[in-house]
């Protein structure tokens, strides 16, 4: 079954505790990205990659980082979370080097920092 | 950057009746409209799309227009069912990066 899944999909953790959410894809999708979804914000780019160790900014980056090392993973790393960091993450790919086809997203991922 | 901006952020309608949901968008560059709906504790998954070659698409009951001028898209869905409640998003794509609107709650009234 073609699917992009997301791990842990409920995290709970402390301020200052390095964390990572794992996103991997097997529809063999050039292009993934992470979005984090805040009440009356909608959905916001954090990090994109169009292949293998290309990764760019998206619109809030701040605080997060990624990796590409492999076409299928994509995880997100919170070096040193902060409470302004709580939010919905959805990880999506898409065929192509681009986000102008189809998204399909992950089951996202709900974070609470404290 | 490109900014979208989707309205109203709520939206109630009899069951049956029409929804219309309205998008404006910042970069003139932005060639690609899709839409995507999210139901209460699920993914974002994608209704219909629209490139810019294109004044308008229609789907069954869900049908989107552009207008590249005026820089603004618009959802419509026919003849309402209580399973088209949910969260709609709009976005827009140009330079490398999707944008998405802010959203909007439809409730279909029985």
């Known amino acids: 079954e073609a699917q992009v899944t997301q791990n842990p999909r409920y995290l709970i953790t402390v301020t200052g505790k390095k964390l990572t959410v794992t996103c991997s894809q097997n529809m063999n999708h050039e292009y993934m990205s992470w979005y984090r979804q805040d009440p009356g914000l909608g959905l916001r780019q954090i990090y994109y990659?169009?292949?293998?160790?290309?990764?760019d900014k998206g619109d809030v980056p701040e605080g997060y980082k990624v990796s590409r090392k492999e076409k299928r993973n994509f995880p997100l790393i919170l070096e040193s979370p902060s409470p302004n960091q709580t939010s919905l993450y959805f990880c999506a790919s898409s065929h192509g080097t681009g986000a102008h086809y189809e998204q399909y997203f992950g089951p996202g991922t709900r974070l609470t920092v404290t | 950057g490109e900014n979208v901006e989707q309205h109203p952020s709520t939206l109630s309608v009899q069951e049956g009746d029409s929804a219309v949901i309205k998008c404006t968008y910042s970069?003139?560059?932005?060639?690609?409209f899709p839409w995507y709906k999210q139901e209460l504790g699920k993914r974002p998954q994608l209704i219909i799309d629209?490139?810019?070659?294109?004044g308008e698409k229609k789907d069954q009951r869900i049908a989107v227009t552009l207008n590249k001028t005026a820089k603004h898209f618009s959802l419509h869905i026919t003849e309402t069912q209580p399973e088209d409640s949910a969260v709609y998003f709009c976005a827009a794509f140009g330079n490398e990066k999707l944008t998405f609107g802010t959203g909007t709650r439809l409730t279909i009234i029985p």
């Open positions: 629209i490139r810019s070659n294109v």
């Open positions: 990659s169009m292949n293998v160790e290309v990764t």
């Open positions: 970069d003139s560059a932005s060639n690609y």
